[in-house]
Structure formats: C-alpha cells, structure tokens
C-alpha cells in the first residue's frame, strides 16, 4: 500500500505565504498525477491543482497565479506553494496520489490525512 503523510500547515497571515509538503512512502512501483485538494465544513471536497508525472500541472481558477504546485519524483513528494493567501483559503488541505503499489496491480487512488490551512485577515 501507499502512504501519504502531508506537512506544513498552519496559521499564516493574509498576504503571505505558506508551503504545503506530501511525502509518499511504502510499496510504490509508480505514482502518476498527485494534486492537493481542499475541504471546508459543509462543502465537498475541491481540486486546488494537480501535477502528472511529466510535470503539466493544472489550477483551480480560484488559485491561479498565487499557488505553485511541484513535485520531486525520485523522492515521491509533491508540494503546494501558497502565495498571497486569503481567508477564503482556509480549508483542511489534503495530498492525493495515483499510484500503482506494485508492476501487476491496478492504479488506486489514495489520500494524506490532512493538513489545517488557516489564513488570517
């Protein structure tokens, strides 16, 4: 299996900046797309931006231009670079990751435990 441990979260004033880590660890034979999602209480759970493998990465239009998403495959880690941050980004952050755990088995989807984001105005 596939696990995905996320980092820096935390309290940061509006007009900042914040990086978010996801380490992926365990039986890993290739990770394709990682993305950070976010959740707030009552909303469903939103894309802020993923990255493939071959580094193409995508944004929610809400964070375009202030969040840089990135990624080191040879260490299996992704991060979330936030600029600029405003109250409306406050949200639990979570690490998501395709990955197949082994050559034979099929891609699963997995997910971090979360990471608190709290933007003060």
């Known amino acids: 299996q596939v696990q995905l441990v996320e980092s820096g979260g935390g309290l940061v004033q509006a007009g900042g900046s914040l990086r978010l880590s996801c380490a992926a660890s365990?039986?890993?034979?290739?990770?394709?797309?990682m993305a950070w999602y976010r959740q707030t209480p009552g909303k469903q759970r939103e894309l802020v931006a993923a990255i493939t493998n071959g580094g193409t990465a995508t944004y929610a239009e809400s964070v375009k231009g202030r969040f840089t998403i990135s990624r080191d495959n040879a260490k299996n880690m992704v991060y979330l670079q936030m600029n600029s941050p405003t109250p409306e980004d406050t949200a639990v952050y979570y690490c998501?990751?395709?990955?197949?755990?082994?050559?034979?088995?099929?891609?699963?989807?997995?997910w971090g435990q979360g990471t608190q984001v709290t933007v003060s105005s």
């Open positions: 998501n990751a395709e990955a197949q755990p082994g050559r034979w088995v099929p891609v699963y989807i997995y």
């Open positions: 365990g039986s890993i034979f290739r990770i394709n797309t």
